[in-house]
C-alpha cells in the first residue's frame, strides 16, 4: 500500500479483553482498509450460515485466520490510512515476556491508542501498559474509552473512567487536560469515523479525527550521534566494521568516534547501508562502517559509538523508575538482574529503593520501602556490576529505556533518569 | 490464546556465510517461519529477516531467539519487531 502521507508506528495498548483488536478491525473496516468485496463474501457467508444479521465480530475472526496464514515481513503490522496519515498498528501482545522485544526491539511506536472498557474502568494491565507506554518513550495518547453500548452509553460512567484515567496518566507523567478521551464501540462503530446519536452528550473528535490531531514525530537529528553496537565484523580488505542502528544524531565520513565503555577512539572512513556508500547515516538507519584506528577485539557488542567531543554516558550508578511486573517474591537491596538497554545486556545491583509510588495518587506511597513487589511503581538506584551506556531519557530517550530480566522472564521495565557518570578519561 | 508475529533479523558469522543453507537450518529448527528476505547491509554482509508466528504466551519470544542463535553459521538472532497477528 503505497503512500505519500508521513508514517506513523501506533500501539493499541489495553486490558486484555476490553476491545483492543476488535478496535484495531474498526478502524482498519471504517478506513475503507477491508475491501468492501471481502466483507460482502463474509456476509454473504453469513446469511447462508443462518447467522441472519451481519455481525461485525464474525467478519475480524475470519479475517484474522486469512491474515495468519498469509504473514510476510512487509505485511507483518495492521496498516491504515486517515486523511493526513499512514499507520501501521502494533497491536501490543497480551504476555509480559513480550516487553523486553518491545523495548530492545526497532519498532519504536510514535503513538498510542489506550482502550479501557467503560464496563471495567482502570484494571491491572490498563495500568502496567500505561507505565510501558511513557517507558517505550511513547509521548502521544489517545485515550479511547469502550463498550460505551455495555453501559447504555452513559455519560456519567464515561466521566468516572476518564477522572480514574487522569489520576494515572498525571502520575506517569503524560497531561490529562491535553489528551483526547473518546467514548467509542468497536464493536457497535460509535464514535470511530462518525460521531453517534447514542453519545449527543458528547462533542469531541472522533477516534480517526483524533488520530490526525497527532504530530508526527521529528527525528532526533540535533541530538549527539548514539549508535549502540549490534555486532562487529572483521572483513578481508577493509577491516573492522562494526554494525548497528544509529539512534539519534548523524554519523559522518571523516568523523573522529569514541566507543564506550571501551573508550576507544577511531575515526569513520567509509558508511554502507543497503550495499551502498552513503556520505552520512540518519536516525534509523541500518549500517556497517568503517573505522579506522579499531581492532575487532577492541569494541563488541553493547558497546555505543558517539562523537569524540561528546561521547556517550558511562553510569558508574544511576537512578531509575521502574514498574514491577512479574516477580515471584519481592526485590530488596543487593538484588542483581540482568538490564537489557539498547544492545547490552549487563547484570546491575539495586542498592537503594527510595520511593514506592501509588498509582491511584501519583504521590509517593512509601519512602525507602523495604521491598517493592509484583505491580509496583518505584524510584530505585541501580549500580551496574561492570561499566555500561545509559543516558538520562529526557536526554536521549532511545538510550534511557531498559527491560529487567531474571531467570528466563522479563520482571521489569524502567527508564533512567538520573545519572552518576563514571569519568572515562 | 492470540498469536504474535515476530519479525527477526539474523546477522550470519560473516559475509562468506550461505545464506540460502541458512535459512534451510532456520526452517528445519523452527516451525511457524512463513517469510524469508535477505537484506544488504554494507560490505559484503547481509542480513535475513525472518517472519514467525508464535502463541501470545511466556517464553515464546526466547525459544525462537535460541533456536536460530544454537546454528552454525548464525552470528546473531534477534526480534526486531513484533504484533499481534
Redesign the interface.
Given at each position: 500500500m503505497a503512500s505519500e502521507k508521513p508514517h506513523m508506528n501506533l500501539a493499541v495498548i489495553g486490558h486484555i479483553d476490553h476491545g483492543?483488536?476488535t478496535m484495531v478491525g474498526r478502524l482498519m473496516f471504517e478506513t475503507g482498509t477491508v475491501p468492501a468485496h471481502i466483507i460482502e463474501g463474509y456476509r454473504k457467508e453469513a446469511e447462508s450460515k443462518g447467522k441472519g444479521s451481519f455481525e461485525f465480530a464474525w467478519v475480524m475472526d475470519n479475517l484474522?485466520e486469512e491474515?495468519?496464514r498469509?504473514?510476510?515481513?512487509d505485511i507483518?503490522?495492521?496498516r491504515f490510512d486517515t486523511a493526513k496519515f499512514y499507520f501501521t498498528?502494533?497491536?501490543?501482545?497480551?504476555?509480559?515476556?513480550?516487553v523486553?522485544?518491545?523495548i530492545?526491539?526497532?519498532?519504536q511506536a510514535d503513538a498510542a491508542i489506550l482502550v479501557v472498557a467503560a464496563s471495567d474502568g482502570v484494571m491491572e494491565q490498563t495500568k502496567e501498559h500505561v507505565f510501558l507506554s511513557r517507558t517505550l518513550g511513547i509521548n502521544q495518547l489517545i485515550i479511547a474509552i469502550n463498550k460505551m453500548d455495555a453501559v447504555k452509553y452513559d455519560e456519567k460512567r464515561f466521566e468516572e473512567v476518564k477522572k480514574d484515567l487522569s489520576t494515572l496518566l498525571q502520575m506517569v507523567g503524560y497531561k490529562p487536560a491535553e489528551t483526547l478521551f473518546i467514548p467509542t464501540s468497536a464493536l457497535a462503530g460509535t464514535n470511530i469515523s462518525k460521531k453517534s446519536e447514542e453519545t449527543a452528550w458528547y462533542k469531541g473528535p472522533t477516534l480517526l479525527e483524533a488520530l490526525d490531531t497527532l504530530k508526527e514525530p521529528e527525528k532526533p537529528i540535533d541530538k549527539p550521534l548514539r549508535l549502540p553496537i549490534?555486532?562487529v565484523?572483521s572483513?578481508s580488505g577493509?577491516g573492522t566494521?562494526p554494525?548497528g542502528r544509529v539512534e539519534t544524531g548523524v554519523m559522518k565520513k571523516g568523523m573522529k568516534v569514541t566507543f564506550m565503555p571501551a573508550n576507544k577512539e577511531g575515526e569513520v572512513k567509509s558508511?554502507?547501508?543497503?550495499?551502498?556508500?552513503i556520505p552520512e547515516a540518519m536516525p534509523g538507519d541500518?549500517?556497517?562502517?568503517?573505522v579506522r584506528g579499531i581492532g575487532k577485539g577492541d569494541i563488541r557488542?553493547g558497546d555505543v559509538c558517539g562523537p569524540s567531543d561528546a561521547p556517550p554516558t558511562v553510569a558508574d550508578e544511576f537512578t531509575a523508575q521502574i514498574v514491577v511486573l512479574q516477580h515471584p517474591s519481592a526485590i530488596t537491596v543487593g538484588y542483581t538482574p540482568v538490564f537489557h538497554c539498547h544492545t547490552t545486556q549487563t547484570a546491575c545491583t539495586f542498592v537503594e529503593l527510595q520511593k514506592k509510588l501509588d498509582p491511584r495518587t501519583g504521590q509517593t506511597k512509601e519512602e525507602n520501602p523495604t521491598f517493592i513487589k509484583s505491580g509496583d511503581a518505584a524510584i530505585v538506584q541501580v549500580k551496574p556490576t561492570k561499566p555500561m551506556v545509559i543516558e538520562n531519557v529526557k536526554e536521549l530517550p532511545q538510550l534511557g529505556r531498559f527491560a529487567i530480566r531474571d531467570m528466563?522472564?522479563t520482571i521489569a521495565a524502567g527508564m533512567c533518569i538520573g545519572i552518576q557518570a563514571k569519568q572515562m578519561r | 490464546m492470540g498469536s504474535v508475529a515476530l519479525i527477526l533479523k539474523i546477522m550470519p558469522e560473516s559475509p562468506e556465510v550461505d545464506l540460502n543453507d541458512l535459512v534451510g537450518k532456520i526452517k528445519e529448527k523452527v516451525a511457524g517461519v512463513q517469510d524469508v528476505r535477505e537484506e544488504p547491509i554494507g560490505f559484503g554482509l547481509k542480513a535475513l529477516k525472518v517472519a514467525v508466528v508464535v502463541d501470545d504466551a511466556g517464553g515464546a519470544s526466547d525459544a525462537v531467539e535460541e533456536a536460530i542463535n544454537s546454528i552454525d553459521g548464525v552470528e546473531r538472532a534477534e526480534i526486531v519487531e513484533l504484533t499481534l497477528t
Open positions: 483492543k483488536s484474522k491474515r495468519e498469509g504473514i510476510t515481513i507483518a503490522h495492521k498498528v502494533v497491536d501490543c501482545p497480551g504476555h509480559r515476556d513480550f523486553k522485544n518491545m530492545t526491539g526497532a519498532s549490534q555486532d565484523y572483513i577493509i566494521v554494525v558508511i554502507e547501508m543497503h550495499h551502498e556508500e541500518n549500517v556497517g562502517f568503517n557488542r528466563g522472564s | -
